[in-house]
Every structure is written in structure tokens, then in C-alpha cells.
């Protein structure tokens, strides 16, 4: 299958600082790549869509602020946690969509983000 | 009501047991569907995936699609403790975007 390298995969930060989450397709290219974020036993929440060569696209509720998504290329995105409060610590998985054999999307490992 | 359904479980079977697990959906659009299997703190993986109704086998995995009764199955047969996971259908019609369910915790005790 398609691999998605993400990176890095767990990261300590202080309140106030900015992260950045890397996502690569390392085998296809992705015109589209996905952001979720994950709460301890529930199902991964779209936080945004994010489109190679243009603006991301952010579900409901979700601050593009906050979040800023690049998708520079056909096989990076990255999503940066602005000003990181204790609150955003979660479990943050990118996917990234194939346009080969169907309508598939192909995740990365996941980022764990934890903000003292 | 969720446009995707799944039974939280936990599922608990022994070893060897034939393992049942299920979505039903309510949009008639979708036309996709995947089962993804997490592992605590990873990402999904992407298990089964089929284009409108029909069976798909793969080893030990059978995916089952019945969209007149808006209903998904997975099987697994001969169940293993490595397939201790979380389990998550996912679909989605003429967009991209997937909709998952909310998992199913399945414990395979040796």
C-alpha cells in the first residue's frame, strides 16, 4: 500500500510556542492531503483540507489561525499549532488522498503533541 | 442521527473465534467504503476497501457492502491477539472527505 511518513511523532512543547507537523506521501503523489485530530477513545475529527498550490479549507469551529496548513507540493503538507496552549495537546494524524485505484485516503503514524 | 453508525463495543473473543463487525450508514451517496484498524497511538491502516455493494476477501478479512440496507460488515476469521485494535469504517460518496465511524474496541484474548 501507499505509505505517509509523518513527522515528528510525539513532541513536548511549552504554552506559547509554535509546532510544526510534516506529512509526506512518499510512494504517490496527493493533490489532497487531510488533517484530523484525535481525542483519547474517539474517532478522528477532519480538522481541514488541504489542497496543493492553494488555501486550505477548515471544517466548523476549527481556527485557521491557530492551525495554519501549507501544501507546497504534490507530496507535503504541514500543519503548524500556533501559540500552542495546554488545550491542544492531542493526538494530530494526517492523511493523504490517492487518485489511483479509487477514492482512498492513506495516514500517517500520527503526532502526538502534548503542551506543558 | 450520525450518518454513520458503529457499535463502540469493547469486543471481546477468544483466540480462533470469527469476529462480526458493523456500520450502517444513512446517505444514500456514499459509494465508498473502507475498515481501517488503529493500534493504540497510531495511525489507521487501511484494511478493506470496496466500491459500492458486493463481498471483498483479503486472508483472514471478508468486507461486505449491502447499500440497500445501508449496512457494512467486516469479518475475520480465525482471529489472532495481534488483531487487538480498534476498528473504523469509513466512507464517503462524490467528495473525497470520509466519514468514520466511532470504532470498535475488539480484544482477541490467547
Known amino acids: 500500500g501507499a505509505v505517509v511518513s509523518q513527522h515528528p511523532s510525539w513532541v513536548i512543547c511549552k504554552s506559547g510556542t509554535s509546532v510544526k507537523i510534516e506529512c509526506r506521501s512518499l510512494d504517490f503523489q496527493a493533490t489532497t492531503m487531510f488533517w484530523y485530530r484525535q481525542f483519547p477513545k474517539q474517532s478522528l475529527m477532519l480538522m481541514a483540507t488541504?489542497?496543493?498550490?492553494?488555501?486550505?479549507?477548515?471544517e466548523q469551529g476549527v481556527e485557521k489561525d491557530k492551525f495554519l496548513i501549507n501544501h507546497a507540493s504534490l507530496t507535503l503538507s504541514t500543519l503548524t499549532v500556533t501559540s500552542a496552549h495546554p488545550e491542544d495537546s492531542s493526538f494530530y494524524i494526517c492523511?493523504?488522498?490517492?487518485?489511483?485505484?479509487?477514492?482512498?485516503?492513506?495516514f500517517g503514524a500520527g503526532t502526538r503533541l502534548s503542551v506543558l | 442521527q450520525k450518518e454513520v453508525e458503529q457499535d463502540p463495543g469493547p469486543l471481546s473473543v477468544p483466540e480462533g473465534a470469527i469476529v462480526s463487525l458493523n456500520c450502517t450508514y444513512s446517505n444514500s451517496a456514499f459509494q465508498y467504503f473502507m475498515w481501517y484498524r488503529q493500534y493504540s497511538r497510531k495511525g489507521p491502516e487501511l484494511l478493506m476497501y470496496t466500491y459500492s455493494s458486493g463481498n471483498k476477501e483479503d486472508g483472514r478479512f471478508t468486507a461486505q457492502v449491502d447499500k440497500s440496507s445501508k449496512y457494512i460488515s467486516l469479518f475475520i476469521r480465525d482471529s489472532q491477539p495481534s488483531d487487538s485494535a480498534t476498528y473504523l469504517c469509513a466512507m464517503s460518496g462524490a467528495t473525497n472527505k470520509l466519514i468514520f465511524g466511532t470504532g470498535t474496541l475488539l480484544a482477541v484474548q490467547p
Open positions: 492523511s493523504a488522498h490517492s487518485l489511483a485505484g479509487g477514492n482512498i485516503q492513506y
Open positions: 488541504s489542497n496543493e498550490g492553494s488555501k486550505a479549507t477548515y
